[in-house]
């Protein structure tokens, strides 16, 4: 299997890691949306979000180290938790990751998200998804 975050785990390809433990590591984003934007990367594959298989919870103490360390160390006031679910959500790397980005006053919301479609009304939505 040829998977980036496979060999950064293994330590094959060196990456600025920011904290670890025994379910995940966490390491600074090569291309960051701000100062301190870390990815939390638990050590078994799997490919998503939609496919984890419990990782996703396993990994959640190392999310709140970390989102902690960057309020505490650099002075962020908020965090974006975020995992990108499949390719046309943004997700290149194919192993459940989760983004923490630092906020800060100063800058710009995340309104990069929002859609771009007219949106429905919310009824219909959850009447929707309830099935």
Known sequence: ???LFCSIIAGDIPSRRVADDQTGIAFLDVAPFQDGHTL?????HVRDLLSNDGELARITPLVTKVSQLL???LGAQGINIVSNVGE????????????????YEAEPGFDAMRSRRPLRDPAEVLAQIQG
Do not use: E, K, N
């Open 1 to 3: 299997m040829d998977c």
């Open 40 to 44: 939390v990367v638990p050590r078994r």
């Open 88 to 103: 046309v959500a943004g997700q290149s790397v194919f192993h459940l990751h989760v983004h923490l980005i630092p906020r």
């Open 71 to 73: 309020v505490d160390r």
